[in-house]
């Protein structure tokens, strides 16, 4: 389908060629750049609003499940009783499909409460929460598993332990329940700290720990596939391990080895292949901005690496989060010509094999969370949960 924009270069294109002989060359080639530019249009799919809800409590949303005929929201809310810009109070809301919302859930028994991780297994919903004290200077919070029933009744609470900042998120491998957390030594924000794997057996409730031998990044996304688990942090810092891994058994930790600070975007398995997906986005003073592929043979251990600039994408600006197919990978980035804000499908190769248009309307491109699949795009924000129809 051509779009206006397309349709009004055209036009110009046809009135230069036909109104002036000395561009005749030009005139020769518009029937490749017609070519050119409705085979990058096609690019770009449709999409539709198919319905949006407004939060009655939730400011700031941290995890979105879809589960069959259910959706479910978890997010916090700096508005709460106390009110002294510290504490806040948890909610997990479910949805059915048109977003008319089933029941909601509040946990507001602590100073500060946070959903921040959700998963949907059978017919239970397990929830990663903090909960404990903030303050300007510290954060003494603790993380618990909750199991939560389909009617949004409490069921269990198992306590974690300390912990800092937000936990990764939550996969299910077998009868095990496994995530990633940050342990502190202190309370306070300058405090060391550690990685922490947990693996959860639901069957016989034992519960294994995994702790990293130095400082990594916070982390943010845990991968398992069989009895391989690896624990992946929002930054791949130079000079440090990188990655929390665990194998036949065996416990050790992957430095990628990279060159400069570059931030976590995906990562997934396919054949014996780890892919970690980063972006160096620029800082002051290095302004070549970046998207790169780790690639970690589990065969020989082998780590092979691939970078492309952004200018080659056509991106001018890249954010951060991110939806995993299992083999590629959607992010949200800045188009360097139009500016506008798009959603991309990149596989492992760097190869964009879709385009969505970002809705500026409900949303800024920040701290998002969604989902795409089966045609429907599943997007959550501070402005709401939307529902979209894709081509």
């Keep these: ?3 206006e924009a397309t349709q009004q270069f055209i036009f110009h294109i046809n009135y230069l060629c036909k109104n002036n002989l000395e561009i005749k060359s030009l005139y020769m080639k518009r029937n490749l750049l017609f070519f050119f530019i409705i085979s990058f249009s096609t690019l770009l799919s449709a999409q539709e609003l198919l319905t949006k809800s407004t939060f009655d409590n939730i400011e700031y949303v941290e995890d979105i499940e879809w589960s069959s005929d259910d959706i479910y929201c978890a997010g916090f809310s700096f508005k709460t009783a ?3 810009g510290n504490s806040s109070d948890a909610y997990l809301v479910n949805y059915d499909t048109t977003l008319k919302p089933k029941w909601s859930l509040k946990i507001s028994d602590k100073h500060s409460n946070k959903i921040n991780s959700i998963i949907r297994y059978k017919d239970k919903i397990y929830a ?3 909960q404990g004290k903030i303050s300007p200077q510290t954060e ?4 618990s ?12 609470k198992i306590n974690i332990g300390r912990a800092f900042s937000s936990p990764s998120n939550i996969v299910i491998n077998g009868s095990n329940l496994i995530f990633g957390y940050k342990v502190p030594d202190g309370i306070t924000y300058s405090a060391d700290s550690k990685s922490e794997i947990i693996n959860y057996n639901l069957a016989t409730k034992k519960l294994v720990r995994h702790k990293s031998s130095q400082y990594q990044a916070t982390p943010k996304k845990i991968l398992a596939e069989k009895s391989d688990i690896f624990l992946f942090g929002n930054y791949i810092h130079p000079n440090q391990p990188n990655i929390m891994a665990y194998r036949n058994g065996k416990y050790s930790e992957i430095s990628l080895k990279s060159s400069k600070t570059e931030y976590f975007l995906d990562s997934y398995i396919n054949k014996n292949i780890v892919t970690v997906v980063c972006a160096f986005p620029g800082v002051y003073g290095d302004m070549k901005k970046y998207l790169k592929f780790y690639y970690i043979n589990l065969n020989n251990n082998t780590i092979n690496s691939k970078s492309i600039p952004y200018e080659k994408l056509g991106w001018s600006d890249q954010h951060f989060d991110t939806y995993s197919t ?3 990978s959607w992010l949200i980035i800045e188009n360097h010509q139009t500016k506008a804000l798009q959603y991309v499908l990149i596989d492992n190769t760097g190869k964009i094999s879709k385009t969505l248009n970002f809705d500026r309307d ?7 969370r969604y989902i795409i699949k089966e045609g429907m795009l599943l997007n959550a924000n501070s402005s709401g ?3 979209y129809k894709i081509d």
């Design 128 to 130: 990663l929460v903090t």
């Design 1 to 3: 389908m051509k779009t």
């Design 326 to 328: 299992g083999s590629s």
């Design 362 to 368: 409900n949303g800024n491109g920040s701290w998002e």
């Design 145 to 156: 598993l909750f199991t939560i029933n389909l009617e949004g009744v409490i069921e269990n």
């Design 140 to 143: 003494d919070v603790f993380i």
């Design 82 to 84: 106390i009110n002294d």
């Design 385 to 387: 949960i939307k529902i």
